[in-house]
């Protein structure tokens, strides 16, 4: 949102503009304000060693938006974000966080981790602000604010990363640490320009792949290996080391290395961020703390600590360099003044939902028959709620007119989806909105509904017709619509019908004679009821008694909850 109210994203057209504040409290001392291109940090009281600060900002929207004016609390964060990365202190808007991280002397007898022991500046009791750190910050701000969108929500988040694992430094040194390294790992796997290549793969398994490749049409394993490059999180511990890599300058190591103990050096680079990165690794996968000696707070004044002839980084250290790395990286971007970007998606307390079918169901104007499964997948849900609720289905007489046109000439994958949404529209709607001549219509497709698939399976299930299928081509469909389910354009199926065509399935094992089987099948039916007592109790006693379940019963039981 900061970025947002700059007005980079905006035309030339009227604005809603409103001054906007905030409180925030630091360690940082200074006398004056701080003006930047996008607020103004205005300190309150400067005697006291924690210092209050007004975040003055003005607040611009486009007109003709849905939104004027948003509560202004991202804006407050992501600028106090801002305020503690470009001001090397520590900033919240709660003062007492502020007097607990900063603090000098152990609260407790428990009290081993004191910030301002593992990291230098950022936790000092006070820090005296210099021109030159304004001057830079101001800078710092503008450039930030410059980036390109893509990159500004990259570097914000990063920020954000950076600044909780300051915080998280007073609970958790082990993820503290790793935080840090998620910060510059999330700029490496971004923004790297990174691509990877076959000889990426891990060698063992490429080595098997190539051998059966070396038997199949070399275009087709050429795609194959495309295919597998698209999915694979190749080097990531490469890239992370090249990404640092190649945004360190020389002055980590001259300037900005003075007065710092046991300070990184150039050749041990690569081996300490290797060690860094498997630190991190064995922290997330296995909990496994960091190397025990970087506790020590006298080890931890410096960069570097050496054990068993290894060089790792201090969580001082590892501030020091992701500090430099991600300045690095953002000065070394583009500026625009200006960007063409659909900013309105970005506003706070905007989430993207899918629109109910009612709202795009019977739309046909645009209609093609690869759509047919989303439209049945929406129609499913429209039937479901009316089943349940006694909700009104809409009207789509004209959709289905334009079905019975395109039906002939569609692939038998659409056209079933289609035959099937036109079959249960017109089984159940009153009969004044039927298609005229609907019966004769279907009627000339029976051959396609005779077919078992999944489709099939519910439109029999919902016209309470007997399925007459063999059990295992049944099973078979219906576990290869679960396999594929939760793919991009699978045909999605409304939980209480999946219900009822594992009950169905049942039944059938308990009308073959085949009891284990339907116990099995009553028992998937049963976990899959969860949340539903009293759908599980009719399963429970059915079972028990061997006797059918009615799909239909399911519907009434949710019906009277409802």
Not at 121 to 150: C, M, S, W, Y
């Amino acid at each position: 949102m900061l970025q947002i109210i700059s007005g980079k994203f905006f035309n030339d057209g009227e604005r809603h503009t409103y001054d906007g504040k905030g409180i925030t409290y630091s360690n940082y001392s200074w006398v004056d304000s701080i003006k930047t291109c996008i607020a103004t940090l205005e300190p309150i009281d400067i005697s006291s060693q924690i210092s209050p600060y007004v975040i003055s900002y003005v607040e611009q929207i486009e007109k003709g938006g849905v939104l004027v004016r948003t509560s202004g609390s991202e804006i407050v964060q992501q600028f106090q974000l801002l305020c503690m990365f470009g001001l090397k202190a520590f900033f919240d808007i709660d003062r007492t966080k502020v007097e607990i991280n900063c603090r000098v002397n152990p609260i407790s007898s428990g009290d081993y981790y004191l910030p301002s022991r593992f990291v230098p500046r950022f936790f000092e009791p006070e820090i005296h602000g210099q021109n030159a750190e304004i001057e830079t910050f101001i800078k710092f701000v503008d450039k930030v604010i410059g980036l390109p969108r893509k990159k500004y929500l990259g570097v914000i988040s990063c920020l954000n990363n950076y600044s909780n694992a300051l915080h998280i430094l007073n609970y958790n040194l082990d993820l503290a640490y790793s935080m840090l390294v998620y910060s510059l790992e999330s700029l490496s796997q971004n923004f790297d320009g990174f691509e990877s290549t076959w000889d990426d793969y891990d060698h063992n398994i490429r080595n098997k792949l190539d051998l059966i490749f070396s038997e199949i049409d070399s275009d087709a394993a050429e795609k194959i290996r495309e295919i597998l490059l698209e999915s694979a999180n190749l080097r990531l511990q490469k890239r992370f080391i090249d990404f640092i890599t190649n945004n360190l300058h020389d002055r980590f190591f001259t300037d900005e290395a003075i007065d710092v103990k046991n300070s990184l050096k150039p050749s041990e680079l690569k081996q300490i961020l290797k060690n860094t990165y498997v630190m991190r690794s064995g922290y997330v996968h296995q909990l496994k703390p960091i190397q025990e000696q970087l506790r020590n707070s006298k080890i931890a004044e410096g960069d570097v600590f050496h054990w068993d002839n290894e060089p790792y980084l201090t969580f001082t250290g590892l501030v020091r360099l992701a500090h430099h790395v991600i300045n690095n990286f953002i000065y070394d971007q583009e500026s625009l003044i200006t960007e063409d970007y659909d900013w309105r998606g970005d506003l706070p307390g905007i989430v993207m939902m899918k629109l109910a079918p009612q709202y795009w169901i019977a739309e046909h104007t645009n209609f093609v028959p690869s759509h047919a499964r989303k439209k049945l997948s929406g129609f499913l849900i429209q039937l479901n709620n009316s089943r349940i609720s006694d909700s009104l289905l809409t009207d789509l007489r004209e959709l289905l007119e334009k079905y019975e046109s395109l039906i002939p000439m569609a692939s038998k994958k659409d056209k079933i989806a289609m035959l099937s949404m036109y079959h249960l529209y017109n089984y159940f709607i009153v009969l004044e909105a039927r298609r005229p001549n609907f019966k004769k219509f279907i009627k000339k497709y029976e051959d396609i509904f005779n077919e078992c698939c999944i489709e099939s399976m519910i439109v029999h299930l919902l016209c309470n017709q007997k399925w007459p299928w063999d059990t295992d081509d049944c099973i078979s469909h219906y576990d290869n619509y679960n396999r594929t389910k939760f793919s991009k354009n699978a045909l999605s199926i409304p939980p209480l019908m999946e219900l009822c065509l594992i009950i169905t399935i049942a039944n059938m094992w308990l009308n073959a004679g085949e009891f284990e089987k339907y116990d099995n099948w009553s028992h998937i039916a049963y976990l899959e009821a969860s949340g539903k007592p009293d759908i599980q109790k009719l399963i429970n006693e059915s079972k028990s008694k061997r006797v059918e379940i009615a799909p239909d019963s399911i519907f009434e039981i949710t019906k009277d909850k409802s």
